[in-house]
């Protein structure tokens, strides 16, 4: 995959083109602030260097092929994006009252393949550029949609951002570049499914990104059976990482929680939920699951979700039960891609 301008910082995309830096820094706040891809509607820049950087240059990565608006959450809508190797990876934009939340992929595919995930089922092709990975909160960003809001950042699209690690930090780098959209750190949060050494790493980033452990599951049998990373960093593994995390980094995790009908929405379940996130002040997401064609999850019916969250509750853990978001367009985790596919392949 060849770069893109979108994948370096300023002083980067100066020495990639060998041009001035202020030239390099006009160029990146075109591509990261405004979210103007084409050359010829950078104005501050001379005819003849637009040009020349036509001849020579790719600006971007994306291209829109799908663009979904929720039916049911006005406001909500997913985009399915083309990369120039004909991939196609996708992201959310979640409207909750004021706040908006655009959500990210970071991998093409995902080779974790937790059982309830539709990323998993297509596999894993590749990861993404760290260009790759900022450009479609950009594009999100600068939408309609938005009105001028500033967003939330969440890495919970496709893939798990830890197996891409170089490459999701300097997303984050571009995505808080003062020349760029400027998002502050505690906006941005980065998902995990358990790759412990990640969050080591993690932890040790000078920076307040915040961090957020997809769990679904406090007991191994129960873990390993939904994600199956859990038999590599079993749960006592996972949580010494997190405590390393939470004593160098000093900040509040959040523990996503998908909750499966039958599966992990008992009482005992959230017992030991709770016996896990109460030591470590950790706040907790209920989401009742997105079902996906094919898997064979449902998610609890609304009284047996909210009396999870009111046990949580009840033994004083910090929770928030999650509405069900865009359905209707199955802005979750990979499933309009494979939509998509299968329409392109029927
Ligand atoms: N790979 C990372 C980030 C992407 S998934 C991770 O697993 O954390 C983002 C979140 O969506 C994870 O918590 C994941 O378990 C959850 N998720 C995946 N499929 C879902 C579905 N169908 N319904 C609800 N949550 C789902
Ligand atoms: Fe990958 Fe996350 Fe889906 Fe698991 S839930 S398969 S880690 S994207």
Known sequence: MQNALVDFDPKALAEHLELKPFQGRQIFQWLHQ?????????????????????SRARPSHLELVHLAESKKSPGTRKAVWRLQD?????????????????CISSQVGCAVKCSFCATGISG???????????????????????EGRTPNIVYMG?????????????????????????????????????????????????????????????????????????????IAKLLAAVDYYLEHAGRQITLEWALLRGVNDTKQDANELADIALPRRAFVNVIPYNPVAGLPY??????????????????????TLRKEQGQDIDAACGQLRRRVEEFASS
Do not use: C
Request: proline share 4%; glycine share 6%; hydrophobic share 40%.
């Open 34 to 54: 405004k979210g103007v891809f084409d050359f010829d509607s950078m104005t501050n820049i001379s005819k003849a260097m637009r040009a020349d950087l036509k």
């Open 86 to 102: 004909g991939e196609t990876v996708e992201s959310v934009l979640i409207r909750e009252g004021e706040r908006r939340t655009i």
């Open 124 to 146: 894993f092709q590749r990861n993404l550029s760290p260009g790759e990975i900022a450009e479609q909160a950009t594009r999100m960003t600068v939408s309609d949609a938005m």
């Open 158 to 234: 496709m893939g798990e951002p830890f197996r891409n690690f170089d490459n999701v930090v300097a997303s984050i780098q571009l995505l808080t570049h003062r020349d760029g959209l400027g998002i502050g750190a505690r906006k941005i949060t980065v998902s995990t499914a358990g790759e412990a050494p990640g969050i080591y790493a993690f932890a040790e980033m000078p920076w307040q990104v915040r961090l957020s452990l997809s769990l679904h599951a406090a007991n191994d049998v129960k873990r390993s059976e939904l994600v199956p990373l859990n038999k590599k960093y079993p």
């Open 298 to 319: 449902s998610a609890p019916d609304r009284n047996s979700a909210a009396a999870f969250r009111d046990h949580l509750l009840h033994r004083g853990v910090q929770v």
